[in-house]
């Protein structure tokens, strides 16, 4: 803390000051500050530091956010400033609270104007349709699930059902593709933030992200804010013209967070002992990304990605509830899929992504409608064949191209390829290439095939001519040619 942000300077200035009269945990109660307004910033006799969470009309609720807890009789000061954070490029590449201390060097960032954590988000006058594809490098939901440059898609699902993993890969491919990001960890432990930030610098992608972080041990109005911190940041950036990706891991923290604090400071516990206006405490954050205008033909995104969790699979959760009905679709992280080996263990029939398909063309919104379809009929005939009933030979097939297809949406690298051959894989699995083979070298085809694109670039336009078929089924086909006359030239 600065000369300039002491108890003892603000004082010298004759703000207002009151008096601790009772004091709970992380939340205390102060009479005498004439005129706070709600999520001021209050100093403390004892350098901590609070914002005022509620006002009564002899007191007022504030919440600790650093330094220690106080106790009864201690002095407080008005500062006549809300809480700010120090948004700046500098950040870049670095972990910082949410108050902008570096946790590695316990630096605190300055800049020349902090800004408002919490700001109203901005008006539907300044919105824009959504566009741009946000990729994630994963095939299932680039192909099946596809994401928008501003979308808000909730990531839900058990622990340890590699949400978290998903996100990074996320965070990974927007990076390398120019994107800010911005990883906000809510109440984790600082040992999984540093993983997340030593996995990002091996991919050489750290400079491009900034990570946010409150650990367990910090206060709970320290971990209230985190969220609101980064939606900050990552307005600053979108101020400059920046495309940025918010990452929220996670969401059914903060909410338990403020459950916390809402049960100290006495409020009504509705269900699950939430207090009513949970909903808004997460609509008013998650309502700040979007797509934006910068000017009639150029628009700016804020796509967020917040996780929340679930216990074992119940989707009907207050917390989740609330979330997807305020987010733009869910990916579904299925626990069964998860241990059966599928990365990413997403459910693509009980995941949803509302706005993403309008940044595709029509025949990849076919191929995504088609290709669904066919894999939940796939996936009632495995049942079926799980009662052993006899199955013919159309249905043998069906359940041997979705395991195809399965094979093709598990493969970690295909989602780092082009997408033009990522369509032209689709295509030859959709056209049964590999069905009627003796050997399985759809692998080995795979490797080659890119490898011969890379290398040759009339192979690489070949390839490319599939993406401008007019139906799926005539790119099947288009396909299985094209193979086969690489194949034969490429013996």
């Known amino acids: 803390m600065t000369e300039q942000e002491t108890f003892a300077a603000y004082s010298q200035k004759q703000f207002p000051q009151g008096i601790v009269i009772t004091a709970d945990g992380h939340l205390f109660t102060v009479s005498g500050l004439k005129g706070v307004l709600l999520n001021e910033k209050i100093l403390l006799e004892n350098e901590a530091i609070g914002f005022v969470f509620s006002i009564g009309q002899e007191s007022s609720q504030i919440v600790l956010i650093k330094g220690d807890p106080p106790t009864p009789d201690i002095k407080a000061v008005r500062t006549g400033e809300r809480v700010m954070f120090p948004a700046s490029e500098h950040l870049l590449g670095k972990i910082v609270s949410p108050l902008g201390d570096d946790y590695i060097s316990s630096y605190r960032m300055r800049t020349p ?16 349709k959504i566009k741009t594809q946000c990729l994630t490098g994963s095939l299932l939901v680039d192909t099946l699930l596809p994401l928008g440059m501003g979308q808000r898609e909730l990531l839900l699902g058990d622990r340890k059902t590699g949400k978290t993993q998903f996100a990074k890969d996320t965070l990974i ?56 911190s980064g939606m900050r940041l990552a307005e600053y950036f979108r101020d400059m013209g920046q495309d940025t990706l918010i990452v929220l891991d996670d969401v059914t923290t903060h909410a338990r ?32 990304a979007g797509n934006f205008k910068i000017t009639d033909d150029k628009t700016v995104s804020i796509t967020c990605l917040p996780i929340a969790e679930t216990e074992q699979g119940d989707l009907t959760g207050y917390i989740q509830t609330n979330l997807m009905s305020m987010t733009d679709g869910h990916l579904y992280f299925d626990e069964e899929r998860f241990l059966e080996g599928q990365r990413p263990a997403i459910h693509p029939f009980l995941s949803v992504t509302r706005v993403g398909r309008q940044t595709r063309t029509p025949l990849m919104r076919e191929t995504i409608s088609t290709v669904t379809s066919f894999l939940s009929q796939a996936e009632r005939l495995l049942q079926i064949s799980h009662f052993s009933q006899e199955l013919s030979a159309d249905a043998k097939d069906t359940l041997h191209k979705a395991d195809k297809l399965s094979l093709l949406f598990n493969l970690p690298q295909l989602g780092n ?4 051959f990522q369509f032209f894989m689709i295509a030859l699995v959709w056209d049964g290439y590999w069905i009627t083979s003796e050997n399985d070298t759809l692998l080995s085809d795979l490797h080659r ?22 139906s799926l089924f005539e790119a099947g086909q288009l396909a299985r040619k094209t193979a086969n006359d690489i194949f034969a030239d490429n013996p």
């Open 417 to 420: 390829y082009e997408s033009w």
């Open 113 to 128: 104007e902090p800004l408002e954590v919490e700001i109203k988000a901005s008006g539907i006058s300044r919105r824009a």
């Open 257 to 288: 967070a403020y459950r916390q604090l809402s049960l100290l400071a006495r409020r009504f516990p509705g269900r699950n002992a939430y207090p009513g206006d949970i909903f808004y405490l997460h609509a008013r954050l998650l309502e700040r």
């Open 173 to 228: 491919t927007q990076a390398r593709l120019g994107t800010i990001c911005i990883y906000v960890s809510i109440g984790k432990p600082l040992s999984s933030v540093k993983a997340m930030a030593q996995t990002l610098r091996e991919h050489e992608c750290l400079e491009k992200v900034v990570i946010i972080a409150s650990s367990p041990e910090d206060p709970a109005g320290l971990i209230l804010l985190t969220p609101f």
């Open 449 to 470: 095939l890119h490898a011969l694109t890379s290398k040759h670039s009339t192979v690489r336009e070949k390839v490319g001519k599939v993406e401008l078929s007019s």
